[in-house]
C-alpha cells in the first residue's frame, strides 16, 4: 500500500509540474504574441523596403514611429502608419525623395496624402506635406504640429472646423467643408474640433 500512495504522489506531482511547466509556456507565448501584437518591425521592414527605402531610411522610420508610440501611445499599423489611442490617424512622410506617403492599393506613389471624404487632415508643413494627423472622429483634438503648416478639410459639405487656444475657446473656423488652407499658422493652435 504504502509504494501505491508514493506512486499517486508521484504522479500527482508530475502531473502538476507538467501543468505548471504547459501554463508557463503558454502564458510565455502569450506575452509574446501581445509584445509582437503592439510593435513587431519585421512586417514594417518589409513594408518599407517596398518604398524603395534603404535600411538606414527604414530605421530612421521605425525610430520616428517608436517616438510617437511612447509619447503619445496607439497602435502601429503600416510603417508609416499609427493609429492613436483617440481614433485619429498619424501617417509620417516617408525619408528621403521617395514618395512622400508610400504607395495606394494599386501599388502607385503616393504624393500627396489623400485626405478621404469624411475626414479632416492637418499636415505639419505647408502645401499638404510632411506628418499628417487624418481626423475622423468628431471630437475635440490635440494639435502637435507647431510653426507654418496647411489643412483640408473634405469633411460633409458644410462642417466647420474649430481651430481653439489653450483655453478651448474657438478663436477662428473655416468656411466649412470643402475648404484647405496650404499655409496655415499652427503656433496659436492647441485644439482643433474637427466639426
Not at 507565448?29 to 519585421?42: F, I
Not at 534603404?54 to 514611429?65: C, D, K
Not at 497602435?75 to 508610400?102: C, E
Not at 492599393?105 to 471624404?117: E, I, K, T, V, W
Request: proline share 3%.
Amino acid at each position: 500500500m504504502t509504494g501505491l500512495r508514493r506512486n499517486r504522489r508521484r504522479t500527482s506531482l508530475y502531473g502538476t509540474l507538467a501543468a505548471t511547466a504547459s501554463l508557463a509556456t503558454v502564458m510565455a507565448m502569450a506575452g509574446t504574441a501581445g509584445a509582437e501584437a503592439r510593435h513587431s518591425p519585421a512586417p514594417f521592414a518589409a513594408q518599407a523596403q517596398a518604398f524603395g527605402l534603404s535600411t538606414g531610411e527604414a530605421r530612421a522610420l521605425q525610430n520616428r514611429a517608436d517616438t510617437h508610440l511612447a509619447e503619445e501611445g496607439g497602435t502601429q499599423i503600416a510603417a508609416n502608419k499609427i493609429r492613436l489611442t483617440d481614433g485619429s490617424m498619424l501617417v509620417l512622410a516617408l525619408p528621403g525623395g521617395h514618395a512622400a506617403y508610400g504607395k495606394d492599393s494599386n501599388g502607385q506613389a503616393l504624393a500627396q496624402y489623400p485626405c478621404d471624404f469624411g475626414h479632416f487632415c492637418a499636415f505639419s508643413g505647408t502645401n499638404f506635406t510632411g506628418d499628417v494627423r487624418d481626423y475622423f472622429k468628431c471630437r475635440e483634438n490635440p494639435m502637435p504640429f507647431t510653426g507654418r503648416g496647411s489643412w483640408e478639410n473634405n469633411q460633409y459639405t458644410g462642417t466647420i472646423a474649430n481651430f481653439e487656444s489653450s483655453d478651448h475657446v474657438s478663436r477662428w473656423h473655416d468656411d466649412g467643408a470643402y475648404s484647405e488652407d496650404k499655409d496655415a499658422d499652427w503656433t496659436w493652435v492647441v485644439w482643433l474640433r474637427n466639426c
